[in-house]
Structure formats: C-alpha cells, structure tokens
C-alpha cells in the first residue's frame, strides 16, 4: 500500500556519459542536449542528481517513483547496433538506482529484438517496457512490434506509452511546441491504433498511455457515433497517467473512462505533480489515482 508516480525521468550517469559519446542526434556536448527535430535544450544538471531527486520523492509522500528513458530523445528509433549501447547505458544505470526509484525497460523498434528485451527484464527487475507512441501508430506499427508486446502478455508485465520525437514537426516554432503539438498528436493516434489494432492482437495486455493519451478518451462520443460503437467502451486493462495535466482535465476524463482508469503520472523533471494528489476530488480519486490504480496497473491485482 504505498504511493506510485509511474512517470519520472532521471538519467544515471552511464546514459549521459553515453549521449555525450555521440556526434550526431540524440547527443550530448556537456549538459546541452542535441536532438532532431527540437531546438537544443540545456539540462539542468540538479534535474538528475539522484540524491535531490530522492529527497523530493520523499517529500511527494512517494513509496515508488517510476523512471523511463526519455522516447523523445529518439533512441528506440536508432538502428540496432547504435541503440543498444545507449540502451545497455541506461538500463545498467536505472537498474542501480536506490528506493524508492523503479524503472521501465526500453527497446528498439526500428530493429526488433524481442530475446534482448527479456534479458534486459530479467537483469533489472523493471516494472515493465515502454515504447514511443509513433511507434505504436497504426496497424504496421502493431505488426512491427508484436513480439515485444507478447513477451509482455507472457510475462503479465504492462506496456507504458509515451511521446516518441517530434520530427518534422517540432522543427520550428517555439520551444513549447513539441510537447504541446506532436506529443500530444502521437498519444491520439496511438489511443485509438491500440483500440483498433493492440487490442485485438494483444487480449490480456495491460497498457498505460502517457499525458491522459492526449485527451483522446474525452472523443468518446465522436468515436461511437462516427466509428466503431463496440470500440468506445472503457477497457479495464487500459490506463492513462496525469503528467502535465490539472483538475479540468483529470476531471474531464474521470467522467469518460471511470476514477479506475486514472494513474498518477509527475513527468518529473519536465514537469511537477499536482499540489493536490487527488486533483481536488477528494482523498478518494487520490487513493485510486496513487495506490489502487497503479497496483492494477503494475501488478495486474484488485
């Protein structure tokens, strides 16, 4: 019984030691960071001292924080022989990181690997694997990464959706603009590719979509009247996390899918949680949002 944010990032040395190895996209030149699509961003070294990092899940009342390699910074779309050292930096590095932190594991998908996969969850213990949303689009995309979704199905261990690059369409306009236009495009289309597409293929899957899915559920009325009726129902294995999201929307999509379907989610560092855990709904939403959901989330339990 103990508080969960399933969604924090904290890079272990190994992976900026990693990133700063490269010359090209995604990399590092000291504490700049470099990637396609997006202008350069400057990491704020304390950001990721684990130390500090440690402190303020504390002080979050958390029992476990859950990390994830950043997808936007485009190293599951690398081709395999360039992915995998920086895969190995930060599954080596998450692996090591004290209580309360766990992690997700993370993937390739432009050069699937499925057996490199289990033994990167078998060496590190992590809550389960998550993929960039780009990545899980449309039909293709489900075909492409099957065998990465059933070891998941085999292993009763839940998939985590989140933002790959912005690509083109974070190339310009202002530094808002990735996180505010493609992000929130990608966790659309891929709330509805895996009603469409995952679902079908992957029966017992449980799956968690990063930023409410981009406010997908809340096209619930559309998708009955304009798509397919038997689709626009909720899903108990489905969940969504609340990064950079308040009452309105929390709100908002409660009424959609049901308080079951809601996990707290901090996208720390990038951003902070909500001051009220419950995002004022009361200490009931916040026992679900913090302790009942992501325990059905994680552990398939309740």
Avoid at 260 to 271: E, F, H, I, L, T
Wanted: net charge negative; aromatic share 8%; proline share 10%.
């Amino acid at each position: 019984m103990t508080n969960v944010d399933v969604h924090q990032h904290l890079w272990p040395p190994s992976l900026v030691a990693a990133l700063r190895s490269r010359r090209e996209p995604p990399f590092m030149d000291g504490w700049t960071l470099f990637l396609d699509g997006e202008p350069p961003y400057e990491v704020a070294p304390a950001a990721h001292d684990v130390a500090r990092r440690a402190g303020l899940a504390a002080e979050d009342g958390l029992g476990r924080a859950l990390v994830s390699l950043s997808s936007p910074l485009g190293v599951e779309w690398l081709p395999g022989e360039q992915a995998r050292p920086l895969l190995d930096a930060y599954h080596e590095g998450v692996a090591a990181l004290p209580e309360p932190f766990g992690a997700w594991a993370a993937a390739c998908v432009r050069d699937v690997d499925a057996a490199a996969t289990a033994e990167d969850l078998d060496r590190g213990g992590f809550a389960g694997l998550q993929l960039p949303a780009d990545a899980l689009a449309d039909a293709a995309g489900y075909a492409r990464c099957a065998p990465l979704l059933d070891l998941l199905e085999d292993r009763g261990l839940p998939l985590f959706v989140h933002p790959g690059p912005a690509g083109e369409a974070g190339a310009e306009g202002p530094g808002w603009w990735p996180a505010m236009v493609p992000y929130v495009q990608q966790m659309h289309a891929a709330w509805f590719a895996f009603r469409a597409f995952g679902r079908p293929r992957h029966p017992r899957l449980r799956v968690c979509f990063a930023l409410l899915a981009g406010l997908a559920p809340l096209h619930g009325e559309r998708f009955a009247a304009r798509g397919d009726a038997g689709l626009a129902g909720t899903d108990a294995r489905v969940f969504v996390e609340t990064s950079s999201y308040g009452p309105t929307a929390v709100d908002a999509v409660v009424r959609a899918l049901g308080v079951d379907a809601v996990v707290q989610g901090s996208d720390r560092p990038y951003a902070e949680p909500p001051l009220h855990p419950g995002f004022g709904l009361g200490g009931a939403a916040a026992y679900a949002f913090r302790i009942a959901n992501p325990r059905r989330l994680l552990m398939g339990e309740g």
